[in-house]
């Protein structure tokens, strides 16, 4: 058997591969997918094959294309079970799991807790150790993953922040929120110049909240509104949530809102200040129009950014609170094709909601015609159980 010979030299390919990489960074995928392809047709060298694949398997993920990436680290558990193996295991461990596969996803991690054991190199134990961490939160095994990074933090002091972070998030969805709020302070004390700093800060407010304590969410958002002045925007929009979902002040909230976007000179915190106004209108005050007017004019100012997924939501919604059943559901198919979202279940509750739309406008053949779609994508979800179950309502009215 003759070996091929990579037709690109060494110094080349590391350059493509370092192109290719940024433009990952870049959100260009689909040309790092291209790139990646030239790469493994040019260099058959065993090295530059794995980073490939493993780095394909990164883009595709960040497409959505969740079977091609989990056919790409799975090739990779075969050709080089030890290529970056925590990171591969951990990922067809979530990619499982967003499939709703939990046996095989939790298969993964299993296979991960037992390799975990035999490794003494420093480095490679705290890389899987911070993922083993990652995948005890994915199966939501809160006190496990909280022991664990407990036992972690005399291991790793490089490692301190990132530990002392986890804590506090996994403390918080343990519902131990004083633990939480201890690590989270503990953070604020030590690391306020890292950039996780304001996701931290916003971090306690949400700990409060959940704790049942609005009014100390609202008196923390104050004082970070008031101490960090870079983060005064992010705070303020963060108290007109607790003002209006926590403390049912949905007038005070919009009063605020809408100071926001006067005074603001920085135009996300306009955006999102106007987008609460919006879901004030079309939650509290069940003002549709009054809703879809803020929602159709800032709908498309960041197309790409996770809000505009809920504001094309929001628009579909106040169609459907109107009884305008019929355009609710061209809204929310419309919504499904310009603002695709990633997350499985907001795309199943996207494309029930179209065929519940379209069920109360009378057309049922449309209603099935997108609820079969929606089982196909999403066989095991909630959303299409629940239209299964208007369909057998629809048979037993003799329909």
């Known amino acids: 058997m003759v070996l091929a010979t990579p037709l690109a030299s060494s110094a080349d390919t590391e350059q ?34 794995h980073k490939c694949l493993f780095w394909s398997g990164i883009a595709l993920e960040c497409l959505g294309r969740n079977d091609e990436a989990i056919g790409n680290f799975e090739a990779l558990t075969d050709v080089a079970p030890e290529f970056r193996w925590s990171e591969v295991l951990n990922k067809l461990a979530v990619r499982y799991r967003a499939k709703g596969d939990t046996a095989t996803s939790d298969a993964y991690i299993s296979q991960m807790l037992e390799r975990r054991k035999g ?9 899987a150790d911070l993922l083993i961490g990652d995948c005890l939160k994915l199966k939501a095994d809160w006190p496990a993953a909280l022991e664990h990074y407990r036992k972690m933090q005399p291991l790793y002091p490089e490692h301190a922040e990132d530990i002392l972070f986890h804590i506090g998030a996994t403390a918080h969805a343990a519902k131990q929120y004083d633990a939480s709020l201890q690590a989270y302070r503990e953070y ?19 700990v409060y909240r959940d704790a049942g304590k609005p009014s100390e969410a609202v008196a923390h958002l104050d004082r970070i509104a008031s101490e960090y002045p870079n983060l005064r925007g992010r705070a303020l929009i963060a108290k007109c949530e607790i003002l209006a979902d926590s403390l049912g002040n949905a007038s005070a909230s919009t009063d605020l809102a809408d100071a926001l976007a006067a005074e603001n000179s920085d135009p996300y915190i306009v955006y999102l200040a106007k987008y609460r106004a919006a879901v004030n209108d079309l939650y509290y005050k069940r003002d549709a129009g009054s809703a879809r007017a803020k929602l159709v004019e800032i709908v498309d100012l960041y197309p790409k950014d996770h809000l505009a997924v809920e504001i094309a939501h929001d628009i579909a919604f106040s169609y459907y609170q109107q009884g305008d059943y019929l355009t609710a559901a061209e809204r ?28 109360l406008a009378g057309d049922r053949v449309e209603a099935k015609r997108v609820w079969d779609d929606l089982a196909r994508r999403h066989p095991d979800s909630s959303w299409t159980r629940q239209a299964r179950m208007e369909e057998e309502a629809w048979t037993n009215d003799g329909q």
């Open 188 to 206: 604020m004390g030590k690391y306020g110049d890292k950039p996780r700093f304001e996701e931290v800060a916003l971090r306690v407010m949400e």
């Open 119 to 127: 490794v003494t190199d420093p480095k490679e134990a705290a890389r």
């Open 16 to 49: 493509d591969l370092k192109d290719a990489y940024q433009m990952i960074r870049d959100g260009k995928y689909e040309e790092a997918l291209a790139k990646y392809r030239d790469i493994r047709d040019s260099d058959q060298s065993p090295d530059v094959q």
């Open 332 to 359: 929310y198919l419309h919504a499904i094709v310009k603002y695709p979202c990633p997350v499985p279940s907001w795309d199943a509750l996207t494309r029930y909601m179209a065929g519940h739309s379209y069920s």
